[in-house]
T-cell receptor, first 112, second 114 residues
Framework: GEDVEQSLFLSVREGDSSVINCTYT??????LYWYKQEPGAGLQLLTY?????DMKQDQRLTVLLNKKDKHLSLRIADTQTGDSAIYFC????????????FGKGTTLSVSS | EPEVTQTPSHQVTQMGQEVILRCVPI?????FYWYRQILGQKVEFLVS????????KSEIFDDQFSVERPDGSNFTLKIRSTKLEDSAMYFC????????????FGPGTRLTVL
């Protein structure tokens, strides 16, 4: 079945760039998403990318998609302590109302 | 900004009891979902709901689970006879008709079954 894998932890210094990686197996995935979960809070949609795109930039966030290798990454420029959270990669086919398949999440720890 | 809300934030129950988790999706959304996250594990899809019926469900969503939209605003998840392994964070989400399938999540209800 479909699977999404992520590394579990990433530790960076404030001001550095963070790169969180994700791999997925479902070749029919059309949309790939990044969600952020702060302690005690729900899942906040950060950004998404359509599978016919290679890159999407949104302020400090850059998403790169390598569809051939089924590899997705989220780069956070100038990482701040407020970026400390769990980041989830998720995928879905191109259809409203379908289930999102999530990875286990990457815990980003930012030290000052 | 519109958001998904969930109540209660924490529910403690005894094994075998029924629980109802409540959600108010974003008002103009048409698709509603329940997911759960057992501590330390992945967020798992349970069920999606559209036009007053279940549109998709996972293997987890067995006969012990049911969903309902009792009025124009609430969306509920009922667990008939809770088990210890039902202890998890339950997230409600909603989405519109856009093909991007952007789903907006509530803050979750932590269910503890003793």
């Amino acid at each position: 079945g479909e699977d999404v894998e992520q590394s579990l932890f990433l530790s960076v210094r404030e001001g550095d760039s963070s790169v969180i990686n994700c791999t997925y197996t479902d070749s029919s995935s059309t949309y790939l998403y990044w969600y952020k979960q702060e302690p005690g809070a729900g899942l906040q949609l950060l950004t998404y990318i359509f599978s016919n795109m290679d890159m999407k930039q949104d302020q400090r966030l850059t998403v790169l998609l390598n569809k051939k290798d089924k590899h997705l990454s989220l780069r956070i420029a100038d990482t701040q302590t407020g970026d400390s959270a769990i980041y989830f990669c998720a995928e879905s086919p191109n259809q409203a109302g379908t289930a999102l398949i999530f990875g286990k999440g990457t815990t980003l720890s930012v030290s000052s | 900004e519109p958001e998904v809300t969930q109540t209660p934030s924490h529910q403690v129950t005894q094994m075998g009891q029924e629980v109802i988790l409540r959600c108010v999706p974003i008002s103009n959304h048409l698709y509603f979902y329940w997911y759960r996250q057992i501590l330390g594990q992945k967020v798992e899809f349970l069920v999606s709901f559209y036009n007053n019926e279940i549109s998709e469900k996972s293997e987890i969503f067995d006969d012990q689970f049911s969903v309902e939209r009792p009025d124009g605003s609430n969306f509920t998840l009922k667990i008939r006879s809770t088990k210890l392994e039902d202890s998890a964070m339950y997230f409600c989400a909603s989405s519109g008709l856009a093909g991007t399938n952007e789903q907006f999540f509530g803050p979750g209800t932590r269910l503890t079954v003793l």
